[in-house]
C-alpha cells in the first residue's frame, strides 16, 4: 500500500534550531506573559511584513475577536461566507451581526460589486477575507470603506508573507490578522497577530488580551486571555528563518500542479493574479464539468491514500448552528454556494515531492 499524502505538513526547524532557541528560556523561566521570545518575534514580524504595529495573539481566532473588540463594533458586519467557520463565529461571538457579500468566481474572495448594496444605517464594518493567497479587491474595498466610514478588518489568515503591489498584506485595512496555526505557510504552532496603525491601539490590544488589565491595580477592560508563550513564538523566530525558501518549494509543487493539471476540460484552477507575491498557501481546484465530480475526486484520492479537503465546505451561512437564523441562506450568495459544492484543495506544503504531485494527478486524470 502506498504511504499516506497528507493535505498538508507542518514546517518545522531542525530540532537542534529550536532547542537552541529556547534555551534561554529554560534560563530565564519566563514562560509567558510578553516575554523576550514573545517581543523579539514582534520585532522580526513588523520587519518582515513592513507593518507598523503587531501584536500577538495564541491564535487567529482571538485576534479577530480582539480586533472587533478594539474599535469597539457594535452593528452588521459585512463579510463572505466563503471562509473557515472562524471568521462568522468571531463576528456571532462579539454581539454583531453578519451581512454576506457574494463572492467574486475567480479569486474567490468578496465580490467588491456587491458590497455597497448590502451597506445600511446598522454596518459598522468590512471582514474581507484573502482566500488561498489570493488578494481581496484592496483599493476598491478601501474606497467603498472609507466612503461610508466603515472600519476595514482583513481575515488575512491564507495570506502571510503574500504581496500586492510590494505592499504586505499587512499593509490593508485598519487591521490584518493572521493566523499562525500548525498547518499555515508560516506557524508558531498555535498562534496569530494583528497587524495596523498606531500605538494608542496596540495598548488597547494588549490589554484586551490579558484580561484587560492595564496596570498592576487598574482593569480598563472586560478582556480575555489570548497571550502568545514563550515556547510559541520561540517556534515562529525558528521559522521566520526558513519562510522564504519554505514559500520557494511550495511554489514548485504549485507550477508542477499547473503543468499537469492546467488545460484540462472542466477542470479550473486559480489564475495567477497580475501584482501578486504569492505565497502558495494552497491549491484549490475547481471541478466544473469533469468526468469526475468533486466528490468522486475526493473518494478516487482517498482510495489512494491522498487526502485533499473540500475547503471550503460547507460555506458558513449554512452551518448548522445557524439554521433559521435571519440572513443565513447559501441562495442569497450563490457563487460562493457554487464554488463551494466543487472546491477541493489538493496536499501542499514544503517537501512534498514532485513525484508524489505526479501521483496525485495520475489519480485525478486516470
Known amino acids: 500500500m502506498s504511504d499516506i499524502i497528507n493535505v498538508t505538513r ?32 514582534e520585532s522580526e514580524l513588523k520587519k518582515y511584513l513592513g507593518s507598523e504595529e503587531v ?11 480582539t480586533a472587533i473588540e478594539a474599535f469597539e463594533l457594535k452593528g452588521e ?54 482566500v488561498y493567497g489570493n488578494f481581496c479587491n484592496v483599493y476598491e474595498i478601501e474606497r467603498i470603506a472609507k466612503k461610508h466610514n466603515l472600519k476595514l478588518i482583513y481575515d488575512a489568515a491564507h495570506a502571510f508573507g503574500a504581496k500586492k ?34 500605538s494608542e491601539l496596540k495598548t488597547r490590544v494588549n490589554d484586551l488580551k ?44 504549485v507550477e508542477h500542479y499547473r503543468q499537469r493539471l492546467g488545460g484540462v476540460e472542466g477542470i ?19 471541478f466544473d464539468g469533469y468526468k469526475y465530480d468533486r466528490n468522486q475526486v475526493f473518494d478516487r484520492l482517498g482510495e489512494n491514500n491522498i487526502i485533499a479537503r473540500k475547503y471550503f465546505y460547507p460555506i458558513t451561512n449554512s452551518f448548522d448552528c445557524y439554521k433559521g437564523r435571519p440572513g443565513f441562506d447559501p441562495d442569497m450568495t450563490p457563487v460562493a454556494k457554487f464554488v463551494g459544492e466543487r472546491i477541493l484543495c489538493l496536499p501542499l506544503y514544503a517537501g512534498l515531492s514532485l513525484e508524489d504531485v505526479d501521483r496525485i494527478c495520475d489519480v485525478i486524470l486516470g
Open 55 to 65: 501584536a500577538l495573539l495564541t491564535n487567529g481566532h482571538l485576534a479577530l475577536e
Open 268 to 286: 479550473v484552477l486559480c489564475p495567477e493574479q497580475p501584482g501578486v507575491d504569492s505565497n502558495y498557501a494552497y491549491f484549490p481546484v475547481l
Open 10 to 41: 507542518s514546517s518545522i526547524p531542525d530540532f537542534e534550531e529550536y532547542c537552541d532557541e529556547i534555551r534561554s528560556i529554560w534560563e530565564s523561566r519566563w514562560l509567558t506573559n510578553m516575554g523576550e521570545k514573545h517581543q523579539q518575534l
Open 77 to 130: 458586519i459585512i463579510t463572505t461566507p466563503f471562509t473557515f467557520a472562524s471568521t462568522t463565529h468571531a463576528i456571532v461571538r462579539c454581539g454583531c451581526t453578519p451581512v454576506f457579500c457574494d463572492i467574486d468566481p475567480v479569486t474567490y474572495t468578496m465580490d467588491a460589486s456587491k458590497i455597497e448594496a448590502l451597506i445600511t444605517e446598522k454596518t459598522v464594518a468590512i471582514m474581507p477575507v484573502h
Open 210 to 253: 490579558n484580561f484587560g488589565i492595564h496596570g498592576p491595580e487598574e482593569v480598563m477592560y472586560v478582556g480575555g486571555n489570548a497571550k502568545m508563550n514563550e515556547f510559541c513564538a520561540a517556534m515562529g523566530l525558528c521559522n521566520l528563518r526558513h519562510l522564504d525558501q519554505w514559500i520557494e518549494e511550495r511554489k514548485a509543487v
Open 165 to 198: 503591489d510590494g505592499l504586505s498584506s499587512a499593509c490593508f485595512g485598519d487591521a490584518a490578522m493572521f493566523s499562525f496555526h500548525a498547518t499555515k505557510v508560516f506557524n508558531t504552532i498555535e498562534g496569530g497577530a494583528l497587524c495596523f496603525k498606531g
